[in-house]
């Protein structure tokens, strides 16, 4: 008999519209013979929608307004959505960026009991949060970009103490931000302030950190149904439509060049998979992870940030990254799913 897997998508965070289109790709490549399949919609208000699969995957506009179209039910509020997780084996995540990626959905579906893919709750937290998890990586001897801690919380960190500190360029993140969303790179005192001053509304602390200088990689990690972890091969990222891989370098036809594999030396590969690996670890990753880093002038790598929920969207670095290791986009789905119910009878 088939599992009922649950694809879930949205979420209230700035990267609903990318959330989607993993959601959408998932929906579009899961084997549909092996799993019956249900598409859950989380809007921007927190309301539910779900559409049983038939012989057609809802677009991409449906999928954008479930209220508009015929073939989703709901909406459903979270503390009354019980109907929407009927007869579910499993949750297939690709929700992104706050409530999906932070923890939040992941304790809900602890309370219901319903298997999901990914982290649990406290490292889906940590992970998100960029100050949370540097604090971890610095414990565990791991390198990341020097940095202070400005905001609302530490009016004394003022863009002149933070140009005295680190000089130009350095990058401003808001902690719990994803796809590059709320990261801006501030090359002036001018530009510094402006930046501190339109993020504070977001977030009462935010990261600022000094560049590193040099390429800059990719690399995730797969947990495997019998616990065994496994890097895959490492990516490297040449920006073109910014100075940086942002948002629209991420995302933008053409924004930027991700070579897989990187293109370097067998023994950089190693140290950036293991590295990749001690990251999953010290967080207490499950499933999946994907982690940011630079290769410094002076011959560290420098961790940036660990994803708990990498992208699944034909632009996402995960899949392309599986499939040159050999594998396929649907066979990334089922190791995820079998990983996930794996790991959840162990809990039980």
């Not at 339109?198 to 000094?210: M, R």
């Not at 790598?301 to 034909?314: D, I, M, R, W």
């Amino acid at each position: 008999m088939p599992l009922r897997i649950n694809v879930v998508m949205g979420g209230p965070s700035a990267e609903h519209e990318i959330s989607l289109k993993s959601g959408k790709e998932v929906l579009e490549n899961i084997d549909k013979k092996r799993y019956k399949v249900r598409a859950v919609v989380v809007t921007k208000k927190l309301e539910f929608y779900y559409c049983d699969l038939g012989n057609s995957v809802p677009t991409e506009k449906e999928l954008g307004a479930p209220l508009k179209s015929k073939k989703f039910k709901g909406p459903f509020l979270p503390q009354a959505s019980l109907k929407v997780w009927e007869k579910c084996d499993a949750a297939f995540l690709a929700v992104h960026g706050s409530f999906g990626e932070d923890g939040v959905l992941q304790g809900y579906l602890d309370t219901l009991s319903i298997p999901y893919t990914g982290s649990g709750v406290f490292a889906s937290s940590c992970a998100m949060n960029k100050i949370a998890s540097k604090f971890i990586f610095e414990q565990n001897g791991i390198t990341t970009p020097p940095h202070c801690i400005a905001g609302p919380k530490h009016p004394k960190v003022t863009a002149k103490v933070l140009a005295s500190t680190f000089g130009f360029p350095m990058y401003v993140k808001c902690p719990q931000s994803g796809s590059s969303r709320l990261l801006s790179r501030a090359d002036s005192m001018a530009q510094l302030s402006k930046t501190l001053k339109e993020f504070a509304p977001y977030s009462l602390e935010i990261l600022v950190e000094k560049e590193i200088k040099g390429p800059e990689f990719t690399c995730p990690v797969l947990e495997f149904p019998d616990g065994t972890i496994k890097a895959l091969p490492p990516v490297e990222i040449r920006p073109i439509a910014s100075d940086f891989f942002s948002y629209t370098a991420k995302y933008k036809d053409g924004g930027s060049q991700e070579l897989i594999p990187a293109p370097r030396p067998q023994k950089l590969l190693r140290q950036i998979m293991d590295l990749a690996e001690k990251a999953h670890r010290v967080l207490n990753c499950q499933g999946v992870s994907r982690t940011d880093m630079i290769l410094g002038k002076d011959g560290k790598l420098y961790v940036l940030e660990l994803n708990s929920l990498p992208g699944l969207t034909t632009h996402s670095l995960l899949p392309k990254s599986f499939v040159v290791s050999g594998g396929t986009y649907k066979g990334l789905i089922d190791i995820l799913i079998t990983t996930a119910l794996k790991k959840h009878k162990v809990a039980l």
